[in-house]
């Protein structure tokens, strides 16, 4: 059977018509039909907006040579901060942990004594860790600590390639000592 031959709901297929350049274009609102005029002003309206992007400057940054600015209250790594002394705030009350609403501080206290004055108050954290895994960053450490000893800085890039490594040590979180301390313990020379 050929092509001609063929039947749809009993009549003979009809071949397509051919459509003309406006077929299927909705009519424009005003009835109006477009015109080169119109598309040559609207093709000048969006290079014109691109044009004004591609001179303005650049808001890539070239990361990681270039790091955007944190905001003031941007709540990034932990910190165990010192006095000026170089003692250290922490007096291990564990309210911080206590705060804490994931779980993830560990304060094991110990008693200052006159040979080894660690804090100023009568306990210091002989262990303090943080479990940056399960950290949240929100901040209610912070709050909770009477001496503003732990602080959550603007650091963010925290990536590691162990899980070992996210449980962040005392000697990790505590600050380093202010440069006049140490040069006084260095003088001193090794204990
Ligand atoms: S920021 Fe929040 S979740 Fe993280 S250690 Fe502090 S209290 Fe816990
Ligand atoms: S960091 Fe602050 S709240 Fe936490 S144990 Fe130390 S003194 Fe207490």
Redesign the pocket.
Known sequence: MSDEDREVDGKPDQPTPLRGPDEGVPPHPEGKRPSVAADITALATGLKTTLGEFFSPAVTLEYPEDKSPRSERYRGRHY?RRYENGLE?????????AACPVGCIL?IAAENTDENRVSPGERY?KTYEINMLRCIFCGY?ED????Q??VLGPEYELSDTSREKFIYTKEKLLEPLPPDVQARLDSKGPK
């Open positions: 165990l705030r922490c007096i291990g009350c564990e309210l911080c942990a304060v954290a450490c909770a600590c009477p001496v000893a732990i």
